[in-house]
């Protein structure tokens, strides 16, 4: 039996104990807030009563507009009423909370809330305004809001006579930030004053504006009002727009909307319903997470999500960026320019990590660095984007820091066989010592394409490990047996069966298309399968992030039962990869029923309730949506289905379609490889056909 090393030095994690905002994790459940009873107008929430559970505001039904820096958060009804996260934001902080609007002195009845682009939505009101007309209304009011600030509100008469309509807009804002919001200590509106065309809001440094054109007949300052009178003829229209602004901030700049576009504008076809609008939410929304990097403005990297985490989270921004690979390497290498900015280079036992948040872990497991998984993804995503296409300069550029992870790798497991957690007494975790396997085999292929040091030696480590991973790491059962979910420091495997499991499918794309070997062997990967396509895993929406029958079990635990996006796409291609498509298909299918539910706009997680005829999968209600990976995961889960794995320095692609074609023929155009446009189409009969790719192309075998 192989022991576990000692425990692996401190990874410089960031330990978040409070509420962040827009940076890190998702907010901590905030100690004193309760959601405002229906009709209440404070702006102040309430306290929670002493011993009683605190509730983050709710999300998972919100109207999210997402341009980063700008955010845009109301109800399906469109009214801002100031309560829980309602508002625009930008850079964290809610400059206009409350923006209500009135015709003829009602609130106009919400028919229609459609999000038309990951940063705008349009809502559609009615109302009937002439007197003795039935129950038809003759009064239609749009509103389209935008995440840069912006709001069109227009009125369109279908009466047969003329209308006379005054409008006032109800403005307020406490210039709170997220956090604050999150916590429910966001407070009282603040006294606006007339500025202009609009009215103005103070709080110390911070002041922010509402203009309107056209300009307001009346402008309250005391009531935050602003009012209009419109004449309507029989079929006229009337509109008012207003920009929300920061005082001595300028208009706001969407980075997605400004760079040029570090990611490939792909479309999906196919006889599955949802395919086409998946990848174009998919691709929509990480143009909307998009951030610049301060200390390097032309390099671009993906927030982890909205509403709670605007900010760089390293793995997760890894994660994405190496499944979205398929979309181009731009995204890739300007997310690991990022990150080398951030790497330990002085002395000591974190040298070469990239340092990160810790993470919780569920029910069975300590929390974790996720510094160690970015770490180790580092080389991994330089290695396969260099396969896909990442000029030789650029990827030879960022190879002293992906030398200097490689090197923390072997520092930390020493004399050892495992990575170990850094904190003394943690147990060794399978998914770890999955990450940390392909780092070292892609790592290792990447020192040898340019010569450099080291590369044996880190093989050698991968071998020793699969050996000893196969018999240290496998629980032996009636049914066949599981892999452990992690080693305790006595020995003792941790039996539970969780989603982690699915890295050890995650091999990793080597050259000539092939990929790595993984810590399981053939027959237990099989095994593998079998129970992740079991009842207990597979919620019929995507799987759960613990299996339904371990103790702790909780579908809404976001580690202990909640379907992870993310997770149900990395097991689909890596079922595929490994030839289980049957299992493959399952869940892919499963998932793609859940986006639907979803509009196509896949959420980090949702509940993990078992799937019924006629139901619909449950929100979670402090899921990111939009979210960097589960954006991503819908690039990862269609190119899976055609199997592309490109060795652009080699001038192949190799092209290993699941044959079963679990959605039908389905094509994509637009992507990547090589540096160049590249489109297949995959037939009912999984034969793949290359449409357009790279001059000098070969198609690998």
């Known amino acids: 039996m192989h022991q576990p090393t ?21 907010p901590a459940a905030p100690a004193r807030y309760a959601a405002l009873a229906p009709g209440d107008s404070r702006t102040r929430a309430p306290r929670s009563l002493p011993g009683s559970p605190a509730e983050l505001p709710a999300a998972h039904d919100a109207m999210i507009c997402v341009a980063l820096p700008g955010l845009a958060i109301s109800s399906a009804q469109g009214q801002l009423s100031g309560r829980g996260l309602e508002g625009f934001y930008r850079s964290g902080r809610r400059l206009l909370s409350r923006c209500q609007v009135r015709v003829a002195g009602r609130e106009p009845l919400g028919v229609q809330a459609l999000m038309t682009a990951a940063d705008r939505v349009r809502f559609v009101g009615t109302l009937r305004a002439s007197p003795g007309t039935g129950p038809d209304p003759d009064v239609l009011v749009e509103r389209v809001r935008d995440a840069d600030g912006t709001e069109r509100i227009t009125l369109r008469s279908t009466s047969p006579r003329p209308l006379r309509l005054p409008v006032e807009v109800a403005l307020g804002t406490d210039l709170a930030d997220l956090g604050q919001i999150a916590r429910g200590g966001a407070g009282e509106e603040r006294p606006a004053s007339v500025r202009g065309s609009g009215l103005r809001w103070s709080r110390g440094a911070t002041s922010a504006s509402v203009t309107a054109d056209p300009p307001p007949a009346e402008a309250l300052a005391s009531a935050g009002l602003l ?15 207003l920009r929300v602004r920061q005082d001595g901030a300028g208009p706001l700049r969407a980075v997605g909307r400004t760079a040029t576009s570090p990611l490939a504008p792909a479309q999906a076809t196919g006889d599955t319903p949802g395919v086409a609008e998946l990848l174009r939410t998919g691709i929509d929304d990480l143009h909307a997470l998009l951030l610049r990097d301060p200390a390097s403005p032309s390099d671009l990297h993906l927030a982890a999500g909205a509403p709670w985490r605007c ?62 998984e970015a770490t180790l ?61 392909r780092a070292a085999l892609l790592g290792a292929d990447l020192l040898d394409a340019y010569g450099r040091p080291g590369a044996a030696e880190l093989r050698q480590w991968a071998q020793h490990l699969r050996t000893a991973f196969r018999d240290d790491f496998w629980v032996d059962d009636r049914g066949g047996g599981r892999p452990a979910a992690g080693r305790a420091p006595d ?40 129970l992740l396509r079991g009842p207990t895993m597979d919620s019929g929406w995507g799987l759960r992030g613990l299996a339904a ?27 595929a990869a490994a030839g289980h498509e049957e299992e493959a298909g399952g869940l892919l299918r499963g998932i793609l029923a859940a986006a639907g539910a979803f509009g196509h706009r896949l959420p980090e997680m949702f509940a993990g309730e078992q799937r019924t005829d006629g139901g619909a999968p449950v929100p979670h209600p402090a899921a990111c949506r939009p979210s960097a990976t589960a954006a991503s995961a819908a690039v990862l889960l269609l190119t899976a289905l055609v199997g592309i794995r490109p060795d652009a320095p080699a001038g192949t692609v190799t092209l290993r379609p699941v044959r079963a074609a679990p959605l039908g023929e389905i094509g994509l155009t637009g992507l990547r490889v090589a540096g160049a446009p590249f489109s297949v189409r995959v037939s009912r009969l999984g034969l793949a056909l290359v449409e357009e790719a790279a001059d000098g192309l070969q198609l690998g075998v």
Do not use: K
Request: aromatic share 4%; net charge neutral.
């Open 6 to 26: 000692p425990p692996c030095p401190t990874g410089g994690a960031t330990v978040f104990s409070t509420p962040v905002s827009p940076v890190g994790q998702r």
């Open 227 to 241: 009012r209009w009178e419109f004449e309507l003829s029989p079929g006229g229209t009337a509109t008012v727009e």
């Open 311 to 372: 900010g760089l989270a390293p793995a997760e921004a890894l994660v994405a960026a190496r499944m979205a690979l398929p979309l181009g390497t731009r995204l890739a290498v300007s997310t690991l320019r990022t990150l080398a900015r951030t790497q330990h280079t002085g002395p000591g036992r974190q040298t070469g990590m990239v340092p990160g948040p810790r993470r919780d872990a569920g029910p069975h497991l300590p929390p974790g660095c996720t510094g160690t």
């Open 377 to 437: 993804l580092f080389p991994a995503l330089l290695a396969e984007a260099r396969r896909w296409g990442l000029p030789e300069r650029e990827a030879e550029d960022l190879l002293p820091a992906a030398e200097g992870c490689l090197t923390w790798l072997r520092a930390a497991v020493g004399d050892g066989t495992y990575l170990c957690d850094h904190l003394p007494g943690r147990p060794v975790r399978c998914e770890i010592q999955a990450h940390a396997h």
């Open 491 to 530: 020995g003792r495997l941790l039996t539970h069966l969780d989603a982690s499991a699915v890295h050890l499918l995650d091999t990793g794309l080597l050259g000539g298309g092939r990929q790595a070997p993984g810590l399981l062997d053939e027959a237990r990967t099989g095994q593998l399968a079998r």
């Open 549 to 575: 029958r371990e103790a702790g079990y909780n579908p809404f635990g976001h580690r202990a039962g909640a379907v992870r996006v993310a997770e149900t796409a990395v097991a689909v291609a890596g079922l």
